[in-house]
């Protein structure tokens, strides 16, 4: 082959790869400003800055392991981190029976939440909870990402009518009717690097009596919205992590079954170790490699008389 040819070959992979971009842009931009997303026989309205819709064409298996996890279950579910009420739309969408309360700090969020639940005429199955879970008291704000889609958890630094607008876990348990956190099905936690805090306010009520779930589901994101670059504070969110699952495992939950933050499952574990390796290599690969092939794992914790419920549950959303 000779020399132009190789060049004309070249040329016409970069054009190509250019139109593709361009593609992309073209489908972003066309995103109406508000648009209803079709979730089983329920709808839910996205705002111009939630990407679940564009997430989910991407990549299929993203956020659809919890609905199809929780499809039997006829209890309670609690979702904190609720965003504007998808995971619960979701499980809603494939489940007949459970009661799910959302806890949500933000306004727009929680106001979002609230519409889509009233929407699809769940009002009876749903408690919905404006506050941060946290073993913190203060006052706090919900720190955007750059999709505006999801936050985190940030101290307010007005001292301007300062209200408390935290709550333990211990509290956020006794605003649930008593008939529905008998049978406690699963703890969902999504609060984007300071799901150990919520888990270490849950292991103290737990310690004291308190009721303990089947299931523990939440995600293990080492760094700071915005941030996965930055090396500030990271080994200190890994050992708080390091520390949660070790408190877990004290409570009995003794397995992990990991998946990656694109809903592939991965493994499953005993080893908090192993994980917390897991997140060192992620921590490499975005301080050192300027690359992530994954950003955060989705935990699901359970003891050991759950294994075949896991097992088979796998199975058949595989």
Same mark, same amino acid.
Request: charged fraction near 30%.
């Given at each position: 082959?000779?020399?132009? %040819?190789?060049?004309?070959?070249?040329?016409? /992979?970069? /054009?190509?790869?250019?139109?593709?971009?361009?593609?992309?842009?073209?489908?972003?931009?066309?995103?109406?400003?508000?648009?209803? $997303?079709?979730?089983?026989? $329920?709808?839910?309205?996205?705002? %111009?800055?939630?990407?679940? %819709?564009?997430?989910?064409?991407? $990549?299929?298996?993203?956020?659809?392991?919890?609905?199809?996890?929780?499809?039997?279950?006829?209890?309670?579910?609690?979702?904190?981190?609720?965003?504007?009420?998808?995971?619960?739309?979701?499980?809603?969408?494939?489940?007949?029976?459970?009661?799910?309360?959302?806890?949500?700090?933000?306004?727009?969020? /929680?106001?979002?939440?609230?519409?889509?639940?009233?929407?699809?005429?769940?009002?009876?199955?749903?408690?919905?909870?404006?506050?941060? /879970?946290?073993?913190?008291?203060?006052?706090?704000?919900?720190?955007?990402?750059?999709?505006?889609?999801?936050?985190?958890?940030?101290?307010?630094?007005?001292?301007?009518?300062?209200?408390?607008?935290?709550?333990?876990?211990?509290?956020?348990?006794?605003?649930?009717?008593?008939?529905?956190?008998?049978?406690?099905?699963?703890?969902?936690?999504?609060?984007?690097?300071? %799901?150990?805090?919520?888990?270490?306010?849950?292991?103290?009520?737990?310690?004291?009596?308190?009721?303990?779930?089947?299931?523990?589901?939440?995600?293990?994101?080492?760094?700071?919205?915005?941030?996965?670059?930055?090396?500030?504070?990271?080994?200190?969110?890994?050992?708080?992590?390091?520390?949660?699952?070790?408190?877990?495992?004290?409570?009995?939950?003794?397995?992990?079954?990991?998946?990656?933050?694109?809903?592939?499952?991965?493994?499953?574990?005993?080893?908090?170790?192993?994980?917390?390796?897991?997140?060192?290599?992620?921590?490499?690969?975005?301080?050192?490699?300027?690359?992530?092939?994954?950003?955060?794992?989705?935990?699901?914790?359970?003891?050991?008389?759950?294994?075949?419920?896991?097992?088979?549950?796998?199975?058949?959303?595989?």
């Amino acid at each position: 082959m000779k020399l132009r %040819d190789l060049f004309g070959i070249k040329k016409k /992979v970069i /054009v190509a790869i250019e139109e593709k971009v361009e593609e992309k842009v073209e489908e972003l931009e066309e995103v109406p400003t508000d648009r209803e $997303y079709q979730i089983g026989k $329920y709808k839910l309205l996205l705002k %111009d800055f939630h990407v679940l %819709d564009l997430y989910q064409n991407t $990549y299929p298996l993203y956020d659809q392991f919890l609905p199809a996890f929780c499809k039997n279950f006829k209890g309670l579910i609690i979702d904190v981190g609720a965003n504007i009420g998808d995971t619960a739309i979701s499980i809603f969408a494939q489940n007949n029976h459970s009661f799910i309360v959302s806890v949500e700090p933000d306004l727009e969020f /929680v106001n979002s939440c609230i519409s889509s639940i009233t929407d699809n005429g769940l009002v009876d199955r749903s408690l919905i909870v404006n506050k941060f /879970v946290s073993t913190k008291t203060g006052n706090f704000v919900v720190k955007k990402n750059e999709s505006l889609s999801t936050g985190s958890i940030e101290e307010c630094e007005t001292d301007e009518n300062k209200i408390n607008n935290t709550l333990s876990f211990s509290e956020l348990m006794d605003l649930i009717p008593n008939d529905k956190k008998n049978n406690f099905d699963i703890l969902k936690i999504d609060t984007d690097s300071f %799901d150990w805090d919520i888990i270490h306010s849950f292991v103290q009520y737990v310690k004291k009596d308190g009721i303990k779930p089947r299931f523990v589901f939440f995600e293990m994101q080492t760094f700071i919205n915005n941030n996965e670059s930055s090396d500030e504070g990271r080994d200190v969110i890994i050992e708080n992590y390091r520390t949660a699952l070790i408190e877990l495992k004290e409570l009995g939950y003794i397995k992990f079954c990991l998946l990656d933050n694109f809903g592939t499952y991965f493994k499953t574990t005993e080893s908090v170790e192993e994980i917390i390796e897991l997140a060192h290599y992620i921590r490499r690969s975005q301080l050192f490699n300027s690359h992530s092939t994954i950003y955060y794992f989705d935990v699901l914790a359970y003891a050991e008389n759950e294994m075949d419920f896991v097992k088979n549950t796998l199975i058949e959303i595989y």
